[in-house]
């Protein structure tokens, strides 16, 4: 069974620039999660997709944002790129919409310059 | 807010050994507590996890204790081998609420 995968791995941006990450759940996975890793600060939740609507979102501003398409693969767009924004981007998927546990992905490494 | 505090941020344990990763939390409304084991390059993969229910659970060489009254939940590791060096994370949510909070992780 293959896993979540994630597309690109690694991404350099420059501050001002938008971004496109891309996330393949494990087939038969309908709940898609986004989750950002920055240094020292752990995983943070982003965004949940389910049955392509989104079901909750994390404390990040509407910059950040993404979809789910029928075949349940999701994108997280970030616009408007920020230093800060500089982190890991996992993607996780469920067999069970709300319900752990989650099968995450190796996420795209993004640099903002 | 930071709702699951984790320590040791790093720990160095010889061959053999026993380590031992703690978290609280503030939240009382988790009722999942998993830990997640995550290698360089690689995403984090679900270690073991537990339920409030019961005060500990073991895997292996894994072994989550849970203290509910305390709030407060922790990792052991017995018999530590090079192949456990990684980073590892408690995290705590709410069932049917998939938002699950990280602790900020210890490396092993």
């Known amino acids: 069974e293959a896993g979540v995968t994630q597309s690109p791995t690694h991404l350099i941006k420059t501050r001002g620039q938008q971004v496109t990450l891309r996330c393949s759940p494990i087939s038969g996975h309908t709940s898609v999660y986004w989750y950002q890793q920055a240094l020292g600060l752990g995983l943070q939740f982003l965004l949940w997709?389910?049955?392509?609507?989104?079901?909750n979102r994390g404390n990040f501003p509407p910059r950040f944002s993404g979809r789910q398409f029928p075949n349940y693969s999701s994108e997280l767009n970030v616009n408007a790129l920020e230093l800060e924004d500089s982190a890991l981007y996992l993607c996780?998927?469920?067999?069970?919409?709300?319900?752990?546990?989650?099968?995450f992905g190796n996420g795209t490494r993004l640099t903002v310059t | 807010q930071q709702q699951v505090k984790q320590s040791p941020q790093s720990l160095i344990v010889q061959k053999g050994g026993i380590s031992i990763i703690n978290c609280a939390y503030e939240?009382?409304?988790?009722?999942?507590f998993p830990w997640y084991q995550q290698f360089p390059g690689k995403g984090p993969a679900l270690l073991i996890a537990?339920?409030?229910?019961?005060s500990e659970k073991k895997e292996g060489r894994f072994t989550i204790s849970f203290n509910k009254s305390a709030k407060q939940f922790s990792l052991h590791i017995m018999d530590s081998q090079p192949g456990d060096s990684a980073t590892y994370f408690c995290a705590a949510s709410i069932l049917g609420n998939e938002k699950l909070t990280f602790g900020t992780g210890t490396r092993l």
């Open positions: 939240n009382t409304a988790f009722d999942y």
């Open positions: 997709y389910d049955e392509g609507e989104e079901r």
């Open positions: 996780a998927s469920s067999l069970v919409p709300g319900n752990s546990p989650l099968h």
């Open positions: 537990i339920r409030p229910d019961v």
